[in-house]
Structure formats: structure tokens, C-alpha cells
């Protein structure tokens, strides 16, 4: 399998208040808070995006707690918290007898031209090789597993209340073990995935959803809709790296496609090979995607919607990590831009809910018939019992109030993680700054190889993800993906310290802090 890389790039502290609030970001100075969540960790949050934007730098000195108080008519309590959550995420330090400073942050990932690539063909043995040794690592629980994007911490589910809807349904329809859920699915899940989609701009119908295994199984369906063996596909640069293999068992042909880690796929360069009908599919996630954790600019994503349908090729996006983004309102998919039917959503429940909760779904527009009938005749249909539990789960309301709770602890989570690798890495080492999810791109300076550094790690029983396995190229050697979604705990904070230590010392190169 021929696989061909395409890159195109267009060319003082005051010591009085007053004076000290006009340096402060506006975003901060009009702070509007509302109530979705407590008021300190809405102004923690503010404040933690200024730092990661610049706006506030390292070495600054935050306003004193009482005027922060006064200034937002908050308790010094209140902010007491918000400084104190700061501080947990590794994003401030206290300072005796002076007060709180912005700590130094690892810069933010930037794209870096690089001249056009030949590739190998189909992921070699070596390749391969690597993604079942990552496999196998992260399946062992004597591991200390910071790679597997995959929710590991128990109170990250909400197991209590799917438990208890499980065992009602069982006892209301003591039959529902015993019948099928015939395609396209549970009707009652799909009518509460069409009526949510209403919030993310979709307006679905349940008769346009189709139910899946998972989003693999989705894409997979997709793929075989939309592709025959040896059409092209486009895909993002760095991209998941079971896309490679998955391509590779439907005979067809990948081409990545530059990425810029804060605002995604490049769609000038996705434009020309458009124009040169150099592809016949597309593979995105636009929303906190895998492994650079970006949501692509509402702009781009009109702009990627007009684009596939004017030159009719079908855009599969992935939008699995969708529901966990950060800000809020959310910022819709490509989808909602779709005007004739050329963008296939796929999705899955195994980030949000649980990761046992394999039940996925595709609005697949104009190609909606073809995937039907591939779903019957390939894995049929899905379990009746956990669509109906998710069904009640959704129309509850437990599901929205469980998301909340669920993007407040990823995005500590992640701050955090940051925090560490700022003490602990090489210096000059680079991060990116997720607007979702729960993993993140970690860029090492020097000459050092992610996968030699796997391997030592593997020895300590610790296991990280290289970034070799995100491209068919050998361009992200220097490169790892990193995951939050574990109890941060000090068996994982221990593990993030070991591998920066780890790495200054293949670098020669010390941390930041030292």
C-alpha cells in the first residue's frame, strides 16, 4: 500500500490595583459567572486559560485574594479554592510572605514545515510489531499505564446508577435477554440520540441513525460504503494509529495530510488534493481529536463542510471525544455544516460512559442505506439490554450531569500532567493544550527515540504510547502521546516523573526546573 505525506503551508507588576487589573486579561476583569458549576472553579478556569494563552506569564504575580474577592464579589473563600485548584494543576506556586506566581508551562506544540515525504507502503512488521507490544503492556495491570486512551479510574463511570437501571429493566422486562435488538437497533436509543443532537446542531432522526459496535466498527462500516480497494484516503498528520492497519486490511491507500496541533487539518493543502482528486475519502476529527487533543475553529469546520460538498468526496468524522470538550456551548460538528449528505458521523459511548458500553452510532446522510445493510450483514445488531440501559441513562438526565463532572476532571486532570512534565522533562520540551478529552502530544527536544525510551520504560514496568505509531513516516520519533484518564494518584504522578527523568537523561539534557 502506497502511502504519500502532502505539505503545503501559506506562507511589571504594579504595586496598585487599578493598574493592576488593566494588565490582567479582559476575559478575566468582566468574569460572568453562571451556574453550572461552583463559582471557583469558573474563575480557577479563566485564570488557567490566560496562563496557557500567554496572557499571563510565567513569573507573574497574581492579585491579592481580597481584591479578587472584592473585585467579583466572591468570598475570599471562593478564591482561596480557585488558587488553590491553580495550584494543584501545577499552573501557580505560593510564594511565603508574597503571594501567588504563575509557574514556568511547557510551551504550546507548534507545526513545523517539513519538506514532502515518500512513505513505505502497508505499516511494515517492525511497525506492527510495536502497536500488540503497546497493546500487550497496556492490557498488564502490573503496569503503570499512562498511555491507553481508555477511562481506567472507577470513578470516572457512573457504574452505581447503570447498575440500578440495568437491574430495573431486567425485573420490568424479564424477556429483554431473550430478543434481539434487529438493525438498525434499539429504537428507544436512537430516538434519545436524535433528540440530543438537537444541542449539537445535527437535528437527527432516529430513522437516519444507525447503531454500531463501537465507533471502530462505524468507521470500519464507512469505510467500505464509501471506498473501493485501492482508492486513497486522506487523513490527519499525526492521526490514530489503528487507521493505518484498518486501511491496510480494505486494500486501500493512506495519504496524511499536515495538522496544526491548535486549529487541525490544513485545509489549504486538503483543497489542492481535492482539486487533483488525489482522494476519494477523508478520515477527521475535528473535535478534541486523538492524539493532538484540538478542536478545530467553527470557521474551518464551515470551510471543511463547503469543501467536501462541492467536490462530492464523503468526509468520515470520527467524533468520538466530541462530548468531552471543554468549553461550553460545544462546538458542533462538521456535520451540522453538511448540505447534501456527504459527512458521516461516527460515534461510541466507550469514552463517555464506560468503556465496556460498546455501542456506537453513525448519521451517514447520503450513504445512510449502504452502511444499513453492511451493519445487518456483518455483526447484525447490538445488545438490547445496555442500548435500552443507555436509553434511560440518556432520558434521565444522569448522562448530561455525569458529562459536566466528567470535562471539570479531564481538564484538571490534563493542567496537572502538564504541570509535571514542566518539572520533570527536558527543557525545551513542548505539549499541546487540549480543548478535550483526555490525552495530549508531547514533543521532546534533542535526538531522543520515543520507542528506545518505550522500551526502557517497559523495564520499570511504566508504559507510554511513541509517536512512531501515528504516521507511516518516521517523522514523530521524537514524539509521545500522553493519557489523563487514570486516578491521578502517586503511582501515575510517580510514572510521569520517572519518564521525564528518564528522558533528560537519554537527552542530556536537564529539566526546566532544575
Known amino acids: 500500500m502506497a502511502t504519500e505525506t502532502v505539505i503545503q503551508y501559506c506562507n511589571g507588576y504594579s504595586h496598585t490595583f487599578s493598574a493592576l487589573y488593566l494588565s490582567l486579561p479582559e476575559a478575566i476583569v468582566s468574569l460572568a459567572f453562571t451556574d453550572d458549576q461552583p463559582r471557583y472553579q469558573q474563575l480557577a478556569a479563566k485564570f488557567a486559560d490566560a496562563i496557557h494563552q ?159 459496535h463501537g465507533c471502530m466498527e462505524a468507521l470500519q462500516l464507512a469505510l467500505r460504503a464509501v471506498t473501493q480497494p485501492g482508492d486513497c484516503i486522506g487523513l490527519e498528520s499525526p492521526t490514530y494509529f489503528f487507521l493505518f492497519p484498518l486501511l491496510a486490511s480494505l486494500g ?17 493543502a486538503l483543497e489542492m488534493l481535492l482539486q487533483e482528486q488525489r482522494i476519494q475519502a477523508l478520515i477527521a476529527m475535528p473535535g478534541a481529536q486523538n492524539p493532538l487533543g484540538y ?91 445496555l442500548s435500552e440501559t443507555l436509553a434511560e441513562f440518556l432520558a434521565s438526565g444522569g448522562y448530561d450531569h455525569h458529562l459536566r463532572s466528567l470535562r471539570r476532571r479531564y481538564a484538571a486532570n490534563l493542567d496537572a500532567a502538564r504541570g509535571i512534565l514542566a518539572r520533570h522533562f527536558p527543557q525545551g520540551t513542548r505539549a499541546t493544550l487540549p480543548r478535550g478529552g483526555f490525552v495530549f502530544w508531547v514533543e521532546l527536544p534533542g ?16 508504559c507510554v504510547t511513541p509517536g512512531a505509531l501515528y504516521t507511516l513516516s518516521e517523522r514523530y520519533r521524537h514524539a509521545l502521546r500522553l493519557s489523563c484518564c487514570y486516578p491521578f494518584d502517586a503511582r501515575y504522578t510517580r510514572a510521569l516523573a520517572r519518564t521525564g527523568a528518564l528522558a533528560c537523561e537519554m537527552s542530556g539534557i536537564a529539566p526546566a526546573a532544575s
Open 54 to 212: 500567554g496572557s499571563l506569564r510565567p513569573g507573574a504575580r497574581l492579585p491579592a485574594i481580597r481584591r479578587v474577592a472584592q473585585s467579583h464579589q466572591l468570598s475570599v473563600n471562593t478564591v482561596i479554592s480557585a488558587w488553590q485548584l491553580l495550584e494543584d494543576r501545577g499552573l501557580i506556586e505560593a510564594r511565603p510572605q508574597s503571594g501567588y506566581y504563575v509557574r514556568g508551562v511547557l510551551p504550546a506544540v507548534t507545526l513545523q514545515p517539513q519538506p514532502p515525504t515518500a512513505e513505505s507502503g502497508d505499516p511494515d512488521a517492525q511497525k506492527l510489531a510495536l502497536i500488540e507490544q503497546v497493546f500487550a503492556a497496556q492490557n498488564n495491570p502490573d503496569y503503570t499505564n499512562i498511555s491507553l486512551a481508555c477511562p481506567q479510574d472507577s470513578e470516572l463511570f457512573p457504574s452505581a446508577k447503570l447498575g440500578r437501571i440495568t437491574a430495573a429493566l431486567i425485573r420490568r422486562q424479564g424477556d429483554i435477554i431473550g430478543r434481539y435488538a434487529l438493525p438498525p437497533g434499539s429504537e428507544r436509543l436512537r430516538e434519545e440520540i436524535a433528540r440530543r443532537s438537537v444541542h449539537t446542531g445535527l437535528n437527527l432522526t432516529a430513522q437516519a441513525i444507525t447503531l454500531t
Open 295 to 385: 478542536v478545530m475553529p467553527l470557521e474551518n469546520k464551515k470551510r471543511l463542510a463547503a469543501l467536501m460538498n462541492h467536490y462530492r468526496i464523503p468526509l468520515i468524522e470520527d467524533g468520538l471525544y466530541d462530548e468531552l470538550q471543554f468549553d461550553w456551548p460545544l462546538s458542533p460538528p462538521v456535520k451540522a455544516f453538511d448540505r447534501d449528505g456527504w459527512v458521516i458521523y461516527c460515534t461510541s459511548f466507550t469514552k463517555t460512559v464506560a468503556p465496556d458500553f460498546r455501542i456506537g452510532w453513525t448519521a451517514a446522510g447520503r450513504f445512510h442505506a449502504s452502511i444499513a445493510r453492511l451493519k445487518a450483514v456483518s455483526s447484525m445488531t447490538e445488545s438490547r439490554l
Open 252 to 268: 486501500l491507500k493512506a495519504l496524511e495530510i499536515p495538522t496544526d496541533p491548535q486549529r487541525g487539518l490544513s485545509l489549504d
Open 447 to 462: 535526538k531522543i527515540d520515543t520507542v528506545l525510551l518505550f522500551n526502557r520504560l517497559l523495564q520499570e514496568q511504566i
